[in-house]
């Protein structure tokens, strides 16, 4: 079983849709998560952390469930930038340093 | 220079030869990673840097690969014998400790093919 697993997809949704990503981890004492936004050929970006009790940054919700080990995200409204290829990222238990474990990806297309 | 700075951005070797990447990190951050993704995967832990102790390497890092960061400043990944294999994105990080709360900002990235 993979450390972290994401949905590839794609996610093809029309432009104001609401579109909700999974990802799932498999070390239960994992530390941090995270969420990256990745653009075609380009560096994998940091969009937001994810915090225990959710966190929201616009357009963007982070959720953490930590009994079933999973993150969420959930985007409204959803833009014609948004298109892009969404990474999971887990900080497992590595001695103190930030080691990131990525997903391969969920990838969205947003359409008008 | 607020950001991670790769050199070159891309590289195109022929297979056998030997490639040297660069990578400069945001200027007070004491940890360096090197990560590498190839299409459709995300990106693949190699090494991590505090300072200028290599403290831990990835068996994805085969005999061939060899890191370095000399003065606990820039960081150099080179390959040697380059294998049709070895083409990717290698991509370096740096961030600040203690930081596990924090992701951490990634360079442009070094796209390697090797032919």
């Known amino acids: 079983r993979k450390e972290v697993e994401q949905d590839p997809g794609p996610f093809n949704v029309p432009e104001g849709a609401t579109v909700a990503f999974n990802c799932t981890y498999s070390n239960s004492a994992s530390q941090s998560f995270f969420w990256y936004r990745q653009d075609c050929r380009k560096e994998p970006k940091l969009l937001m952390s994810v915090y225990s009790s959710g966190n929201e940054d616009g357009r963007f919700t982070a959720q953490l469930n930590r009994a079933s080990q999973y993150i969420s995200l959930l985007i409204r409204d959803s833009k014609l930038s948004d298109s892009a290829t969404y990474l999971c990222?887990?900080?497992?238990?590595?001695?103190?340093?930030?080691?990131?474990?990525f997903g391969a990806g969920t990838r969205l297309a947003v359409h008008p | 220079d607020t950001g991670v700075s790769q050199d070159p951005r891309h590289k195109i070797t022929k297979r056998g030869q030997n490639v040297t990447f660069r990578c400069d990190p945001i200027s007070e951050h004491n940890r360096l990673y090197w990560y590498r993704q190839t299409l459709g995967q995300g990106p693949e832990f190699l090494t991590y840097?505090?300072?200028?102790?290599?403290?831990?390497k990835s068996r994805l890092l085969s005999d061939r690969f060899s890191a370095e960061r000399p003065k606990g400043s820039f960081s150099t990944l080179e390959i040697q014998r380059t294998e049709q294999g070895d083409s990717a994105m290698y991509l370096c990080a740096s961030s600040l400790s203690p930081d596990t709360n924090y992701g951490y900002t990634f360079g442009s990235g070094t796209r390697l093919t090797v032919v």
């Open positions: 840097f505090q300072n200028e102790a290599q403290l831990e």
């Open positions: 990222a887990v900080n497992p238990p590595s001695g103190g340093y930030n080691k990131l474990i």
